[in-house]
């Protein structure tokens, strides 16, 4: 069984930071992607933030290039996303996923389809003007 939990959300003025963690459990692999996701509001499609493979290999939205910076410790077993200079349209629920399947390139698209993914329950962010 396979769990992600995220942590480390809460609300901030705008130009605030936050560090938010995901920490897996079960049948986690170190050389599997792993993707930071936002959705607003809830049913609305989510939205690739960043991603970064076994390798280290990092790729960020245009939205968050520059402010947010994702980081993975294999030995803990954990996931992070430094956010810096948070807006009030960085407001959304976090998710942390991993793909399934070992595989590469790390794909949004791949890992949003139904059973291709572990997810975690969100954390919610909130940045205030």
């Known amino acids: 069984q396979v769990q992600l939990v995220e942590s480390g959300g809460g609300s901030v003025v705008s130009g605030g930071s936050l560090r938010l963690s995901c920490v897996g459990s079960g049948d986690i692999y170190s050389n599997h992607c792993f993707y930071w996701f936002r959705q607003t509001p809830p049913g609305k499609e989510r939205e690739g933030v960043a991603h970064i493979d076994s390798e280290g290999r990092i790729r960020y939205a245009d939205s968050v290039k520059g402010r947010f910076t994702i980081a993975r410790d294999n030995a803990k077993r954990s996931l992070y996303l430094q956010m810096n200079s948070l807006k009030p349209e960085d407001t959304a629920m976090y998710y942390c996923?991993?793909?399934?399947?070992?595989?590469?390139?790390?794909?949004?698209?791949?890992?949003?389809?139904?059973?291709?993914?572990?997810w975690g329950q969100g954390t919610q962010v909130t940045v205030s003007s």
């Open positions: 996923a991993t793909d399934r399947a070992d595989r590469w390139p790390c794909d949004y698209s791949y890992v949003t389809q139904p059973g291709f993914g572990y």
